[in-house]
């Protein structure tokens, strides 16, 4: 009884995250590597928009991450100059971690 309540002010907590960072620009996205602890550049001069339920970043015309809002963990990074994304995929049962680092966004 108590639990559902929390779990769906978890959920909703993590969707006004996600809808607050829509349309930021981004410097650069990442992606972490479980295996040798560290990070990949996946993308540069980037932008998040949020249609439809799904999260997507592109970079001009190419999309570098998509991802439905729905199973989409997303956690501000300290300094709050970016955050993580974070998911189970489907195929593999992996969690990957994907970071966008903000260019200068003043609150």
């Known amino acids: 009884m108590f639990f559902n309540s929390k779990k769906r ?35 540069k001069g980037c932008v998040i928009n949020i249609n439809n339920g799904d999260f997507i970043i592109t970079s ?19 300094s709050q ?6 998911y189970v995929e489907d195929k593999t049962g992996e969690n990957v971690e994907v970071m966008a680092y903000y260019k200068y966004h003043r609150k």
């Not at 006004?16 to 990442?30: C, G, K, Q, S, W």
């Open 60 to 78: 001009g015309n190419k999309i570098i991450f998509t991802h439905s809002i729905k199973g989409l963990q997303c956690s501000e990074l300290l």
């Open 9 to 43: 002010k978890e959920i909703k907590e993590n969707e006004a995250r996600l809808m607050r960072i829509n349309n930021f620009e981004v410097r650069y996205v990442t992606t972490r590597d479980p295996y040798k602890y560290g990070e990949s550049i996946i993308g």
């Open 81 to 86: 100059e970016g955050v993580i994304l974070s």
